[in-house]
T-cell receptor
Framework: NAGVTQTPKFQVLKTGQSMTLQCAQDMNHEYMSWYRQDPGMGLRLIHYSVGAGITDQGEVPNGYNVSRSTTEDFPLRLLSAAPSQTSVYFC???????????FGPGTRLTVT | GENVEQHPSTLSVQEGDSAVIKCTYSDSASNYFPWYKQELGKGPQLIIDIRSNVGEKKDQRIAVTLNKTAKHFSLHITETQPEDSAVYFCAATYSSASKIIFGSGTRLSIRP
C-alpha cells in the first residue's frame, strides 16, 4: 500500500492564481481531511469528508474548495491564492471517526 | 464541540530522562485518544493510541494514561533518546465524530 499520497511536494504561486492540491489514499478509508500547518502552530482543519459525495467545513475553510467524487481522492482547490495561504498542507485519512489517522507527506505552498 | 488542550508547548529533557506531555479534553463522549509524532519536514505519524475502556497502554518506551473522570490523558516517554526529538500532538475523537480534534503540539528536545 502506498498509504496517503500528496502532490505536488512544493509549489510557488503568485497572488490570484488558482491550483489544486492532490490527495489520494489506497486504504479504502471513508474519512479524509485537509489540514494546514503554519510555522510554530498546530494543525488546523480546513475541510473534511466522511465519504464519497459528502464534504463539510472545518475551522478555516475560507478560500478553499473540496469535492469527493471517489473514495480514493480528495483534492483541495485554492480559488484565488493569497499570501495568507502560505503554509504546509497535510491530507489525512482514516477508516472511521474513532480510528487512527494516516497523514500524507505534505505540500509546502508559498504564495508571493 | 470538542476542545483539546496540550501542555507544555516546549519541553527539553536530558537524554536518558523521562518526558511527560499532558492533554485535557472537553467532550465526555470522546472515546479514542491517539498520539502523533511529527519529525521535521514530515507528516504526523501515529505512535500510540488508547481507548476509553482502558486506563493505560504501553509500547516499549512509550506509554499513555487516561483519566476519564478528570478528562485528561498523558504521554510518557522513558529513557529518552536523540531520535525522540520531534513535535508531539495529542488528539481526541469519538465513534460518531466526523473529525479528530488535535492539541496544539509539544516540541520535545532531547539534550545530549
Amino acid at each position: 500500500n502506498a498509504g496517503v499520497t500528496q502532490t505536488p511536494k512544493f509549489q510557488v504561486l503568485k497572488t490570484g492564481q488558482s491550483m489544486t492540491l492532490q490527495c489520494a489514499q489506497d486504504m479504502n478509508h471513508e474519512y479524509m481531511s485537509w489540514y494546514r500547518q503554519d510555522p510554530g502552530m498546530g494543525l488546523r482543519l480546513i475541510h473534511y469528508s466522511v465519504g464519497a459525495g459528502i464534504t463539510d467545513q472545518g475551522e478555516v475553510p475560507n478560500g478553499y474548495n473540496v469535492s469527493r467524487s471517489t473514495t480514493e481522492d480528495f483534492p483541495l482547490r485554492l480559488l484565488s491564492a493569497a499570501p495568507s495561504q502560505t503554509s504546509v498542507y497535510f491530507c489525512a485519512s482514516s477508516y472511521s471517526g474513532d480510528s487512527s489517522g494516516y497523514f500524507g507527506p505534505g505540500t509546502r505552498l508559498t504564495v508571493t | 464541540g470538542e476542545n483539546v488542550e496540550q501542555h507544555p508547548s516546549t519541553l527539553s529533557v536530558q537524554e536518558g530522562d523521562s518526558a511527560v506531555i499532558k492533554c485535557t479534553y472537553s467532550d465526555s463522549a470522546s472515546n479514542y485518544f491517539p498520539w502523533y509524532k511529527q519529525e521535521l519536514g514530515k507528516g504526523p505519524q501515529l505512535i500510540i493510541d488508547i481507548r476509553s475502556n482502558v486506563g493505560e497502554k504501553k509500547d516499549q518506551r512509550i506509554a499513555v494514561t487516561l483519566n476519564k473522570t478528570a478528562k485528561h490523558f498523558s504521554l510518557h516517554i522513558t529513557e529518552t533518546q536523540p531520535e525522540d526529538s520531534a513535535v508531539y500532538f495529542c488528539a481526541a475523537t469519538y465513534s460518531s465524530a466526523s473529525k479528530i480534534i488535535f492539541g496544539s503540539g509539544t516540541r520535545l528536545s532531547i539534550r545530549p
